[in-house]
C-alpha cells in the first residue's frame, strides 16, 4: 500500500490535496472537477461521490487505498486516492496508475516463471487443436482427462447459477475445476540418479522437488526441477506439435515430453528414468464382464512403445465412451530402454523404477480387469559424465474419434446434421493411436523443429514479455473442448467450454488469433457456414450453425456486419483472389441486405438489432451502426477489386452519408450514444450510457486494413478517451456492488482488481437501460437475464478496444487495459492459460491476438502483395513476428538520426511481395535501397504521403531464411 504524503509534498496537488504518485503528463488537469467542501475528506481533500453517505464513502477510500495491494501480486497498479466527479460517477477520471506499473506496460521485462503456490491453479492445453482437452499442471504432470468423450450439451445442472462452469464460476472459485476431472488419469515421471554409491530418487513434480519452476510460452511448457544437493537438474519441454499455417499437424491428439537431464555434479552419474501412464481405454467402465484391458509392448529401431487398447471389440464396448486406444512411446531405442508393462498402482517411485526390465526381457502382451488399474511404464538408462546432458522424450498419443452414447443424451451438438455418422477430424489420417504416435516419430524432427522454431520467432522480439504471452494465450481455446472439427472437415465451435453452440458469429467474430495462425479453417467458415448453411434467401446470415428448432438461422446484427468485414480480411489473408471471387456474389447479397435494413437510406440502422448481449436493441445506436458503416466499407473495397463499380459507388454513398450522420445524431459530445425507439419501451437499451462497443466497427477496421476510416478520427478518438475515463475502473468488483440498479451481474474480477465495464451511464439513464429490472429480485447467485452484462468486465470486449485504443495512438491507456486482464489472470489468482467468460477457454478472448496486431501496425493484402507495418511501441528499436497467407517470419526497425533501418525475414513458408508500405520519421526521404539477400531489387516508385512511406517494384517471391533490407535516409 502506498503511503499517503502530506498535502504541502511537492508530489501533491494543491489545488485537491491529493497526492500523485505518477508521472505529471500522466494526469490531465482539465479532467478534475472541482468538488464541494462537504463531499470532501477533510483529512486529504479528495473527494468521493456526493450521492454516498459517509459510511459508503470510507468504504470508497479505504478499497481504494487497498487497491494496489490486493490486484497484483508483484506490484501496485494504482497509487490512489481517487477522486470522484461532482455528478456521482462511481469511477474516478484520473485512474492514478502507479508510476511502477506504467512502467512494466512498456519495458521488455523478463519471462514470467511461476513457482511453489502459483503453480496450484495452471492448466496449459497441452494436446492437437480440437483434439479433446488435456492440462499440463505447473509441475508437469498432466490432468483434466477430456480426451475421452464429448458433451452434447451445457452441464445438465448449471441453474442458471453464477458458480456453474458455464456460467463463468471458475473465475470466482478457480478450485471448482478440479472437481471436472470426473476420471483421473495415472500418469507421471520418476528419476532415480546414483552418484558415489548413494541413490536418489524423486518423482518429477511439486511431490519430489521442492523447486519447481514453470514458464508457460503457448503452445510450448517450460519446466526445470532442482533441489540443492541432488546431482543433476531437469528442464521439460511439453508441446503438441503447433505449425502456424499447418492445420492439419496442429491438431494431431499427442502431447510430447521432452526431458533433458544434466549432471550438475563433478561426478559421473548412472540415471534412470521413467514415465508411466494408465490404460484408460473405456475409462467409465470399471466392470469385468466387458472384459480386460490390453498392455502391449511395439519395439523397432527407433523406440519401444506400450500400447493400450482392450482385449475384446464387443458391441457394448464399442459404444462406451472412450472406446479406442492410447499409446506411450519412448523415442531412440539404443538398447538402453526399459519397459513394465502392468502395475496397478503407484504409491511408490522406487518401485516402480525397480520393476522395470530390459525391453527385451519383456514378455507381452499383458492384460488386466476393468475393475483394476492397468499401468504401463517405459524407461531409460544411461550415464553422465559431469555436464553433460541427454535428453529423453516420452510421447503419449490418444485415439478416440468416437461421438458415442448420442441415444442417452439430449443437446445443442445433436443438432448437427449427420451427427451419428460424424466422428473427430483426425479419424480420417489414423486408425489408432499407435498410427498417431508412428506418424509424429517418422516426423519428429520437423514436427518438433518447427514448433520451436514458432516459438523462437514469437518471442524473438522488442515487445514486453507480458504482451506477447497475453496476446497469444487465448488461442489455447482451440485445444480445449471449445472448439470440435468433424471428420467431413467441418470445424465447429462452442462460445466456451461446452456452452453456447453454433460457432456464434458475434462471439467468434471478436477474434482476431485464428484469421493469422490458422487462416484456412476460418476461410472455411465463411465459405461453409457463414455463407454457405447460415445464408437465408433474403440475404441474411444465421448467426449459430445448425441449432434445434433452427432458431440460429436468425439474423444478428452485429454479427451479419462483422462477418462481412470478416470475408474481407479472409480475402487478404489469401494468396490469390480465389475466395474473393468464389464468394463475391454471396457477400454481396448478404450487403444488400443490411443495406436494405437501412429503411431510410441515412447510413444508420434503426429496426431491430439483436446482437451479442443477448437481446433485440431498437433505434440508432454508435455500436451496431458504426459495423454496418465497417460492412458498406468492406463491401466498397471488395467490390472495386472484382470491377463492381456500381455496387462500390453505392457502398460508398451510404458510407459518406452514415459517417456524416453518425456524428450528427449519435455523438454527445464525448461518445456515441443509443437513441432507443420509444415504440419498444420494453427493449434493452444503452440511452445516455458510454458503451464498450460503441466504435467497434472502426476497431474492427483497422483489424482488416480498411482503407478510410469509418468514423471520424476526432470524434472516434473522444469515445475513446471516454471509455478509459468512464468505465475504466481501478476496482471492477467494487463497481458492480455500488451500482444498484444493474442486477444479476456475473463476476469477471474480483475485489480489487481493474478492469473495463461494460456499459456505465456518467450522465445519467441507468434506471431506463433495462426496462422491469427494478422487478427482478435483489441477488447476487443467478442469472437474471439480459442486462446484467452491462456491469461486467469481459476479456474480450476489453481486448477489442484496447487494440482501437492503441490503432488511434492512445498507446498507454490500450496497454493498461489489456495489462488488467492480464494481471486478473496471474496464477496466484487463478489459471493464467484459462480465460473465462460464459464458460471456460471462451473464444472471444482471441480478440487478444488484436492488442499485437495493433502494437505492430500490421497490414497485409496478399492478393496483391502488400505489407505493411507502423510500430506503435518503441519504433525507433522493433521487433516481432508476422503470418501472411504462405508463410511467417520477423520484421524489424531501427530509427538512428534521419536513417531509418527495416527488415523483413523469412523463417518458415514464403511470402509474395510488391508493395511495402513504412511508417517514417520524417516527411522527406531522400534515398531508399531495397535488397533482397544483399541483391539490389529495383524500385519503380516511392511515395511518400504524410508519416507513411509506400515502396513498389516488380513482385518477388521471399523464400524461407530469405531476407529483405529497406534502407531509407
Known sequence: MNTIKKNNDTNCDPTTGCCDAVPKEIVKKEEIIEQQNESCDPATGCCSPPSMNKSRRDFIKTTALSIGALSLPTMPVFAGPFMYDKNGHLIPADKKLSAEWIKSLYDRGEPEVYKKEQLKHIGMPIGGMACGQLYLGGDGKLWLWHIFKTEYSREKDHGQRFDAMTLGGHYADPDKVFTREKRPVEQGAVIRVISKGKSYTKTLDSKGFKDVKFRGEYPIGKISYEEAGFPVSIKLEAFSPFIPLEEKDSALPVTIMNYKVTNTSKKKVEVDMASWLENAVCPFVDSDAYGKRKNELIINEVSASINYTVNSDTSALKKQHGYGSMNLTVLDNNGESTAKLLIKNVDSAEKVLDALKPITEIASPKTNGFSEKSIGVLGKSFILKPNETKEVTFVLSWFFPH?????????????????????????????????????????????????????????????????????????????????????????WGWEGVECCPGTCQHVWQYAQGMARIFPSIEMGLRENIDYGRSLNADGSLGHRDETAGGYGLQVAHDGHCGTIMRAYREHKMSADNRFLKANYEKIKKSIQFIINEDKDKDGLLEGGQHNTLDASWYGIMGWISSLYLGALASGKEMALEVGDKDFSKTCDALLIKGRENMVKELYNGEYFIHKPDPKYPKAINTNDGCHIDQVLGQSFAWQVGLSERVIPEEECKSALKSIWKYNFAPDAFLYQEQNKPIKGVRIYATKGEAGTIMCTWPKGGVEKAVPGMDKRPDESETWLGPGGYFDEAMNGFEYQVASHMISEGMLLEGLATMKAVHDRYHPALRNPFNEIECSDHYSRSMASYGVFLSVCGFDYHGPKGYLSFNPKLTPNNFKAPFTVAEGWGTFSQKRLGNTQENGIEITYGKLSLSTISLNIKSDVVKNVTLKLNDKHIDISSKIVNGSNLNIKFESIVVNKKDKIDILIG
Open 403 to 491: 461421438l458415442n452414447q448420442q441415444e442417452k443424451e439430449t443437446g445443442q451438438l445433436l443438432a448437427l446434421k449427420d451427427i451419428k455418422y460424424l466422428k473427430r477430424h483426425y479419424n480420417n489420417d489414423f486408425k489408432s493411436a499407435r498410427e498417431v504416435s508412428n506418424y509424429v516419430i517418422s516426423n519428429y524432427k520437423r514436427l518438433s523443429e518447427t514448433t520451436k522454431l514458432w516459438n523462437k520467432t514469437w518471442y524473438d522480439s522488442t515487445l514486453p514479455y507480458w504482451l506477447l504471452d497475453r496476446s497469444f494465450i487465448s488461442l489455447n481455446c482451440l485445444a480445449t473442448n471449445t472448439a470440435l472439427w468433424f471428420d467431413n472437415d467441418r470445424f
